[in-house]
């Protein structure tokens, strides 16, 4: 009896000891769990990672995918392939209506002053139409905003416009320099088309002073056919030298001349391939890059970095063995550049097959050092992602704060999905961003395999937590 009775007493000491350590060992072990699984996905990657192999092909053995481009279906077929051969539980082209837009002989520029000649690195907009063939020839107006060009209306016509509003240095996240200058390039000619001008030229949307034109969409909008007129930019070092040879002589004559065209729409595709989810496979997080790119450089950066590293996410589930209770999709969209055909189609589907997405991520800001994830959701979800900091610090993800999620997967926006933009370093971005230094050789192995584990580590927390 009295040792029944210390018997007793033993157990329940040590059984209610116990129940507290095993509740505390509980909320520990999911945290390590999800440490582990985390840590295992960036050891993968790391050791054994294939996006760097796979941007190579994208990069060099491709090219760049404007959209419409045979470069375009080539990179379409072999990330099909690539998904099939990899094991994805559905892969299949999701049809796209492409712009066909392309650049032809390339451009020519120079101006002339006092007898001396000149060049001027220069490059079309994509969208703009071509210049006679005999090319432009003009004085040249300089301007620094819409809103300016606007109101010197009559004054401009006859004359080229040259929007000339420099990046501001000052933005620590260079995103917000890039969207503080593009509206020139977008709008330029469509606001100085009605007064009759010659040709619209525009700095490039970069911070570094060299001689990279760099490209990118411009837009006519609705203004009739007659008051559209060539647009194209310049490289940074050319808008500082006109710049100042205009102080000296404001009737320099300026001279370009491109030979772009816009050929019927075409047939294309977005490239979807999934991984279908034990418990919840009606319910999707999409992950995704955009697979086309401007035509100069290769796209290393702008997109196929976004590419290679939404298949690598699949790959590091399967690889470590992780079965994701919820479908998980890899999307490469077509057509972000000029025109987000492919993004409006996947949402447009998504609705008419009343597809249920709870999450999406998109990767299009370069292969850089992930730094964190910005996000568009709900309060309530917001406190979720924002208690995964100490999960992702470790990995240099400190940044994960509310904002923009992706062009591609914003059509898909909705109150019930939460989007994800991948926030890499941005400080080179804009060196390369649609220029013809957009190249393979400017990807760094790890900072891009980095970031294809960051990205695998945010859907598995996704997938572990978000309903
Ligand atoms: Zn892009």
């Known amino acids: 009896m009295k040792y029944f009775y210390l018997a007793a007493i033993f157990l329940l000491v040590f059984s209610s000891c116990n129940d507290v350590k095993l509740t505390n060992h509980t909320a520990e072990n999911v945290n390590k769990q999800d440490s582990t699984i985390i840590k295992n996905l960036f050891n993968t990657a790391l050791n054994n990672g294939q996006s760097y192999e796979w941007l190579d092909h994208l990069s060099n053995q491709i090219g760049g995918r404007l959209s419409g481009s045979h470069e375009s279906v080539e990179a379409i077929l072999w990330s099909e392939r690539l998904m099939?051969?990899?094991?994805?539980?559905?892969?299949?082209?999701?049809?796209?209506?492409?712009?066909?837009?392309?650049?032809?002989?390339?451009?020519?520029?120079?101006?002339?002053?006092?007898?001396?000649?000149?060049?001027?690195?220069?490059?079309?907009?994509?969208?703009?139409?071509?210049?006679?063939?005999?090319?432009?020839?003009?004085?040249?107006?300089?301007?620094?905003?819409?809103?300016?060009?606007?109101?010197?209306?009559?004054?401009?016509?006859?004359?080229?416009?040259?929007?000339?509003?420099?990046?501001?240095?000052?933005?620590?996240?260079?995103?917000k320099a890039y969207s503080g200058c593009v509206d020139q390039r977008g709008g330029g000619a469509k606001v100085t088309g009605k007064f009759g001008v010659l040709g619209v030229i525009v700095r490039s949307m970069t911070h570094s002073i060299d001689d990279y034109p760099h490209t990118g969409a411009m837009g006519y909008g609705d203004i009739p056919e007659n008051e559209k007129v060539p647009t194209a930019a310049i490289s940074t070092k050319a808008a500082n030298l006109l710049s100042e040879k205009l102080k000296e002589n404001p009737s320099l004559q300026f001279y370009f001349k491109q030979s772009c065209k816009t050929l019927p729409d075409e047939p294309s595709s977005n490239v979807i391939g999934e991984l279908i989810g034990t418990d919840f496979p009606d319910k999707i997080i999409t992950v995704g890059g955009h697979i086309d790119s401007w035509d100069l450089g290769d796209g290393a950066h702008d997109d196929g970095a976004g590419v290679v590293q939404s298949i690598e996410v699949l790959r590091l589930f399967k690889l470590n063995g992780i079965k994701p209770k919820h479908t998980i999709r890899c999307v490469l969209f077509i057509n972000e550049e000029n025109g987000l055909r492919g993004g409006i189609k996947y949402a447009e589907e998504a609705k008419l097959k009343n597809e249920n997405h709870i999450a999406a991520l998109e990767s299009d800001s370069g292969g850089f050092t992930p730094r964190g994830f910005t996000f568009d959701a709900t309060d309530e979800n917001a406190k979720l992602f924002l208690s995964w900091k100490p999960l992702l610090a470790p990995y240099g993800l400190n940044e994960i704060e509310k904002g923009h999620g992706g062009s591609d997967i914003g059509p898909l926006k909705s109150e019930t999905i939460s989007l994800f933009g991948y926030r890499p370093d941005s400080q080179r971005y804009f060196d390369y961003h649609h220029s013809e230094a957009d190249t393979f050789d400017k990807v760094n192995k790890r900072e891009l395999e980095l970031g294809a584990a960051s990205m695998a580590s945010l859907i598995y927390l996704l997938d572990t937590y978000l309903n």
């Open 84 to 175: 099939q051969n990899l094991g994805f539980d559905k892969v299949w082209l999701q049809n796209v209506i492409v712009p066909n837009w392309y650049r032809g002989e390339k451009e020519e520029a120079y101006f002339t002053l006092n007898n001396i000649k000149y060049n001027v690195a220069i490059c079309a907009l994509g969208g703009s139409i071509p210049t006679p063939i005999s090319g432009i020839t003009g004085e040249v107006i300089e301007v620094h905003s819409l809103e300016e060009a606007e109101n010197l209306g009559e004054k401009l016509r006859g004359k080229i416009v040259f929007f000339n509003r420099p990046f501001d240095n000052t933005h620590i996240q260079t995103f």
